[in-house]
């Protein structure tokens, strides 16, 4: 995985290639110009810095970047939300205080409180808890069966983006995949951006890029988004199709995970089966006579 700096450059060129000049107004359209998007010039232009300090940044020679000029660029590149949050992340690396919790294991640990919690909304509302890089680190018992069986995984597989790209029952499991594998990627870049020297994250991007070519095509268009809540549709292997919204909570003492729990419209088809998948769930841990 490639150096903040190395990240910085390839998101602003993509970002540039993916305006319009046109419908920004500006001159020389897309037939006149030998590349698509908008030229540094114009950018520096919109963003009111000389194109020469912008050409610096684009290509990873700016050490340190002022927030006025990151908030400058966010608007000169029409930038989202999410992408700003992203460029900043970035943008910040270099004056970060390193994590206390050490490289190995920055958030990893469920606390017991929390893990209580999933305990307590089990058999009603499925829960778990996700960590940084989209490792899923704890679950209760009708959260661990929503999707994929998640104590049938080995420990290092239990991550989302693992299991979209390269599990061969993720497109069974997601009529929709090709959505499920884009929020993935977004949601995978902006934690890259949280945390661009986490182990686990460049591991999870590595093998990634090496074993799956539309996670790579897919990468490389630097786009950044997290879902946080919407409705998610799963063909359950024992219950058929269901349409499960889902709410994505950061937990207040462990700001690098997040409490994702599912539930369904009361009186729909997808409540009636989510309580035979808790009934089968609960069966399942009564211990034989």
Known sequence: ??????????????????????????????HRRRVRGLRREEVAQLA??????????????????????????????????????????LASHGRRT?????????????????RQL?????????????????????????????????????????????????????RTLHPDWERVAEQAVGALRAESGRYPDDPRIRAVVGELLDRSPEFRTAWEAQAVSECRYGVKRIVHPQVGALDITFESLRLAAEDDQLLVTY???EGSLTETRLRELARRVAGERVPAA
């Not at 009111?48 to 990151?70: K, M, N």
């Not at 960590?131 to 597989?157: K, Q």
Request: glycine content about 12%.
């Open 263 to 265: 539930s369904a419209q």
């Open 1 to 30: 995985m490639p150096s903040a700096e190395a990240e910085i450059s390839s998101f602003l060129k993509a970002r540039r290639a993916a305006l319009d000049p046109d419908a920004l107004g500006l001159p020389g359209g897309l």
């Open 48 to 89: 009111g810095i000389s194109v020469d300090y912008y050409t610096r940044i684009e290509q990873g020679r700016a050490p340190a970047i002022s927030d006025g000029v990151l908030d400058a660029l966010a608007g000169a590149l029409r930038l989202t939300g999410g992408e700003a949050t992203y460029l900043r992340n």
């Open 118 to 170: 999933l305990h307590a909304m089990d058999g009603a509302v499925p829960a778990m808890i996700f960590g940084r890089g989209l490792d899923v680190l704890a679950w209760n018992a009708l959260g661990g069966r929503i999707g994929f069986d998640l104590d049938a995984i080995a420990p290092d597989r239990r991550n989302s983006a693992l299991l979209v790209f390269l599990d061969p029952a993720a």
């Open 98 to 114: 390193p994590d206390a919790r050490g490289p190995d294991d920055p958030g990893r640990t469920v606390r017991p409180e929390v």
